[in-house]
Structures are given as C-alpha cells and as structure tokens.
C-alpha cells in the first residue's frame, strides 16, 4: 500500500525537474517534478528517458538514469526521489531508490552516489522522502509495507517512524 503523501506527489502536475537552486539537473525527462509543501524540498518521479513508461513487470524493473551535483547513476523508473538542503549538513542532498532497492544519496562534493542501506518497497511508486528537517530525517516504505527512517548524520541505521 503506498502512502497517501506518495500517491499525491504521483498524480501532482509533471515537468522536467529543476531545482529552485539549479543543483540537481537530470537528463531530459529523466526525473519529473512533483508539487510539495515543503518550501526548498523538491520531489521528483524517475522515469523513462522520453517519457516512455517503464515495462510493468512483476519481476523485472527499468533502470533510469539520475543525476545530480555532475554524478550520473540510475534508479528505478516510476520510483521517487527527492532533494532538499540539509539543514544539519549545511549542504543540499537528493535521494532516489537505487536498482538494488536501497537508498542512494549524493550532495556537492560527494564524488558520487553513495549508498544508506535499507531495503524499499519492491514497488513502483514507492520513493524516498522527507520526514522531518529538524533533526534531518529521511523516510520509505520498507519491505513489510511499514514506514522507516533513518537520520542525519547517517551514522544509525533505519529504524520504525
């Protein structure tokens, strides 16, 4: 079951996503836009180069590229991902679901993607979102459909919100 916070950033207007401090920029059609509450934070679907939407296979998932702060990877197509500035780091930070289905995060200066552990929801419309900002805390649906986060500064594991 996705959550209803993830189920309105799906069906939020789409657009190429760029962030209000021109920090993250995905290749074309890479990453759409997603409508959020949060002043800085901005929410993004990882799809299809094109916008072709990914095969809907129970046991196969697409790999779409992601970029940010000049390091390119890839994450689950039709996942979400998000980027914000980390009060507690000082630094803005993104987030996707990497195509080993834990958390991937990468910010300036990181020289790459680097992974959190956890294991997300094998779903697509799952994502990885913002919690809380105070102290920085980061969410996803874990395998058993439960909510789990994990805080800054990364140095413990996931945990029940």
Same mark, same amino acid.
């Given at each position: 079951?996705?959550?209803?916070?993830?189920?309105?950033?799906?069906?939020?207007?789409?657009?190429?996503?760029?962030?209000?401090?021109?920090?993250?920029?995905?290749?074309?059609?890479?990453?759409?836009?997603? @409508?959020t509450s949060g002043a800085h934070a901005t929410f993004f679907k990882v799809t299809a180069p094109g916008g072709v939407a990914a095969p809907a296979a129970a046991s196969a998932f697409t790999a779409c590229p992601v970029s940010a +702060?000049?390091?390119?990877?890839?994450?689950?197509?039709?996942?979400?991902?998000?980027?914000?500035?980390?009060?507690?780091?000082?630094?803005?930070?993104?987030?996707?679901?990497?195509?080993?289905? @834990?958390?991937?995060?990468?910010?300036?200066? @990181?020289?790459?993607?680097?992974?959190?552990?956890?294991?997300?929801?094998?779903?697509?419309?799952?994502?990885?979102?913002?919690?809380?900002?105070?102290? +920085?805390?980061?969410?996803?649906?874990?395998?058993?459909?439960?909510?789990?986060?994990?805080?800054?500064?990364?140095?413990?594991?996931?945990?029940?919100?």
């Amino acid at each position: 079951m996705i959550s209803s916070r993830m189920t309105a950033m799906a069906t939020a207007t789409a657009a190429v996503l760029i962030l209000a401090l021109g920090t993250l920029a995905a290749p074309a059609s890479a990453a759409t836009r997603h @409508s959020t509450s949060g002043a800085h934070a901005t929410f993004f679907k990882v799809t299809a180069p094109g916008g072709v939407a990914a095969p809907a296979a129970a046991s196969a998932f697409t790999a779409c590229p992601v970029s940010a +702060f000049g390091y390119g990877g890839e994450a689950i197509c039709d996942t979400f991902g998000f980027s914000d500035y980390n009060p507690n780091s000082g630094t803005d930070e993104a987030f996707v679901i990497g195509l080993d289905w @834990s958390i991937w995060h990468a910010w300036p200066g @990181s020289n790459g993607w680097h992974s959190l552990g956890g294991q997300a929801l094998h779903e697509t419309g799952n994502g990885v979102g913002e919690f809380s900002s105070n102290p +920085f805390t980061i969410d996803t649906l874990g395998t058993d459909g439960l909510r789990y986060c994990r805080v800054w500064p990364w140095t413990r594991g996931w945990g029940r919100c």
